[in-house]
């Protein structure tokens, strides 16, 4: 059940039976030569949506801009800044515990979001933690989850890539978006890019160490077969982890 | 062209022959008892999308959370802060203009957004006007337009529905997403809403004035057909309006 | 009665049969070779002192700095910026509120002002939409009128000034300010103003369109009784707006 | 020479010969039973249009909300937080910068704002001080002055009215404002005042120990005659202060 | 009692006797040729723990970082901005707030710091002052005390130093740190600086007007002996200053 | 070299053959029964002071409180919100960029820490990135090493108290305070703490999970001995891994 695919009336029946919602944040950023830019936005939301067709789980509507300051020396690449998403956050947080919403399960598609999502979970949690006891609010409760972090997407990574998969503008995140979007696979010739010699900083420091965007990475063995494989693995192992982040006590 | 679904290197080259973009702005938000929730991100995602596949105006992803708070009152709605919102676009056009883009064209589908933008595009300017004069900084131009903002879309929808066409879930944008999410047509009963008897303030206030949401609709007409036309309609006019607007000395 | 000559006894007293306030707002920003810098804040105080004078209604102090960024390249214009502007009316509003206020009528004089006047109403309602229901918060109503936005000031303006009054640094508005101070009419030898070819962005290109300041006015034209007439016009149409508002239900 | 009743191009000659400008700034707040709630903004207001006459000093347009939470418990009062006035204070001192103001003298008529001022004083010079030496922005230097906080005006004070001046809704104050608004003094019956046993803390605070407002004060001693000569005493010393100012290295 | 040294458990026994807190707030920054860069954060650490040892009082960990813009100019300082200070006051204050806590004392090293504390503690009775009475918050009371403002101090200095103690990097401070820290005492050839021509402004014009850093003081004469007596004679005195805070109605 | 007891010339002179800083990081919270409110602030400030001494590294002064949101159910426990602690981390590095810092390690003592800092250092990051190409600005390096993140120090855990350290309020951090802080050593009977269920949301929740504040740990285990044992281990990787880091082409 998608939110922006839902009415209003739709979601008061949901909240008779689901105080939880899936919600997709990637990011919009260069994923090299052959990576679409909306690779990190695409794959979470696929997956989330694979997630809520198997479970009836609610999806909101995915976070797309995320923490991609390392990537401006790529032409189209968009970020906020960490305090912008965590206002971002915030107020998608409260604006559904309004309405009876306690549970925030956000599906992550890009590694530098993870911090930033973190920072904003105790932004939130401190509202409540600082307020007087006594006070009648219903608490919420977050939590974050990586779609490539479960142990079927490793695998599945290890099995088609070997340790060509890389780091950034993987081949797994290719595969999964040639899997959604067919028409939009793009073709281009390299090697596979070298691996990080140190943490990068700004968006020059990244340029500079990894001269077409990518880490350690051969996204040429991606294909939309591959991607169909990894979609359903992560979908699968997601879909547990958030019944069993409802069913917590 | 969409920017998610191309990469940094073809960015690059559309960079070579234009410094526009097109960005559209929605909200997710009750829109009555047959309305998607995501109808004003739909409708300027759907007809940006053609604008851009007429024009090859690069579209942006679409910012798909506005200013709902007066639709708070019921479930699933979400809104950001104004001060959010003014945060993020200020973030969207400083990451673009990092790289070269100078002209953003915000195609807009909700009404509650158009002070807040115009807020934000004052404080991005501000920033411009407050420095010293002689900053070597590429001056950025930003222009906000309501998809159903043309001659073309306000004859057709006077054609489609006559006065029954009402302000808020709007048979007009109920039409757009029908033709959009054939999947998603909802079927509901109900009369023509009632008009508004005076402003809205917060989201209590509007429930009580508004008690199933719409203001003055009759989204019972929507058809999907009609939204083929209306973003036909719109794409066209919007297309034109862009092409001024990078025009301009 | 106006607020900043009244004692707080006798605001007590006032709030016991009205619960409104009119609020005038401006900005501080040059206005042509003969108009003053404080035009904008000028003209809706002395209309609200009409109203207050006609209708008992307690008139606030003035904002009489606003969004003004746009004029910065030419000296002694002043800006706050959105944000800042948005801090100062939720503020304002919440300090009266606390003692009993719940009608806000902000009187402006400044169209840049009117997108962020907006986008503060709409952080202030957040506040309350956003909040669990149940609070017991009285809530509060905010509206804006342009002081020129009256049918009696627009056929005025026509019958004095037809098409010659412009869009800036305007005749009916450098009339008000001569007739509020006629001790301060400056004399200059000009030609009507050319008119906007395009919205502005920036304070370097709105010197860039507009040398002298002026957008489309002719202020030759103006003249202490015209103001007088323009204030009389406004504020006649400005109470029976203000008793409407304080009359909604 | 006031800036709200200047043309740009009468400020443009003005930066020929100084770089300098005196800013009224105060606050809207009860001053207990007889006193006006814009005491605090009228007083700088006044003193500083007599300077501007004598010195030929621009005067820019007051500050009229400060900080007054503390006396929130008395119906009309009117606050900014500190960190909206700091933001005021920044954006007003920037805008005046960009078209070459160097030196800004605050002019105060409010004890609650002067820790504040101070901290926006800090908060625009950090500005410069965390920019790495090399930039060309010019210097801008500030300064903050109480009217009240001279010889000639503490010697007045105690000639006047002994030891009944007060430190809140003072007799001094009072009779300034009786002597700039003869049409609205007030009388009200009343003893001394109670000095402050302590510092006030919030409104609560405040108003349960000042019951009606004023510390220490008779105000029902203050004359306009005695205003008249205060804003005299005050005008000499503070132009004399301010020419110094000015000629600072 | 130290707080960082403690337990929550005796925290928890110490709230059933004592609702205050003493939270020394210093500075790191330059002093001169022969002071430490922490004096300003040392010396009122050092005296509130002689002052908890002496009452019992508990003693909060010290905020080091303090407003020190002005001296940036100096290798080693380290500022936050006035409004980063206000937020670190305003969570240090909620923070034990929550759990009991209601008279906070401020006790400083710092002359920079005094203006942003008294924004940060109007910052925080703001928030009880806009609340709608009724409230149930317990009321919070803060004060601000120099550790040098007092007449012991004061006369100490005199008799130590005549009028060579200065105003920054001053004798009396820089033999506080070196009772402090014997081991970390600095000997530096040279002669009294020169005293303050006018007020600084930003970092450049402070070490324009002060090339060593020094203000007025010959902290040659700094002994450790002497910070032992001064150590003393500020915690007798401030200990007194503290009860009266806590014995207040 | 502990900067706080430095002056500024012998910064001036330590900035001739080093661009870095090690600067402690931690937090004022519950630490169980028998550990110190202040363990996160000490043991990384004892063990940066260690690899000081044995590198000649510059150490900056402790940043004593973090994000403890989630403890402030325990007296005594002090937060700064998630943003409040960007600020300070972004103004402690802007600060010493100043004059030539540039790479900054923070040594992390409080695992609710590391969201935040990441977050921190994007905000910074994102400053450079966000600027047009061209800026002069030096560019600065931050990294993050929490003290018990290395080989020698887990190994010493596992030695010492096999899989009773926990993972709040260890028996290693209690270890190393006691170490610090040998007149400070509580005893308190407990059994070993039960491990964590799931993770932990606000103050409340976490106070319902975790009941005497500690997590899996058994801190009766703690002896100073091993403290010393695990400071030193922890300054010998850590002080590799900065000169690592200092190295960095
Ligand atoms: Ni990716
Ligand atoms: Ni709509
Ligand atoms: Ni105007
Ligand atoms: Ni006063
Ligand atoms: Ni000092
Ligand atoms: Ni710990």
Redesign the interface.
């Known amino acids: 059940m ?11 029946r ?2 008779e039976t689901s105080k939880g919602i899936i919600i997709p944040i990637g990011s ?1 950023e ?9 690779t990190d ?2 794959c979470p939301e696929v997956i989330a949506k694979a997630v809520g067709d198997e479970t009836g789980a609610l999806v ?3 976070i ?2 995320g ?4 990537h ?13 998403l ?3 956050i915030e ?2 947080v ?7 919403f306690e549970r925030f399960y956000f599906l992550n598609g890009h590694g ?1 979001n ?7 979970f ?2 939130i ?2 509202d ?7 006070s ?8 974050l989850k990586n779609w490539w972090d479960t142990p079927g997407v490793q695998a599945l990574s290890k099995e088609l890539y070997g340790d060509r998969d890389g780091s950034h503008a993987t081949a797994s995140e290719v595969s999964v978006t040639q899997f959604a ?1 067919p028409d ?1 696979i ?1 073709h ?1 010739e390299m090697k596979q890019a070298g691996r990080a ?3 990068f ?5 990244y340029r500079k160490l990894y001269p077409d ?1 990518r880490i350690g990475s051969d996204p040429t063995m991606a294909r939309p077969e591959h991607g169909e494989r990894l979609v359903a693995a992560s979908a699968r192992e997601v879909a547990e982890d958030y019944k069993k982040f409802l069913a ?2």
């Open positions: 998608q939110l922006h695919l839902s009415t209003w009336e739709e979601v008061e949901y909240l919009t260069q994923h090299g030569p052959n990576g679409l830019i909306g936005a695409i909101g509507p995915t797309s801009i923490n991609a300051q390392h401006l020396g790529f032409a189209g690449s968009v970020t906020v800044r960490p305090t912008t965590i206002a971002i107020d998608y409260a604006s559904l515990a309004r309405n009876g530098g993870i911090a930033t999502i973190g920072a904003a105790a932004e949690y401190a409540y933690s600082l307020a007087i006891p006594g009648n609010r219903p608490q919420v409760r977050c939590t979007y939009h793009k281009k010699p140190r943490a900083a700004d968006a020059d420091d965007g917590q006590a």
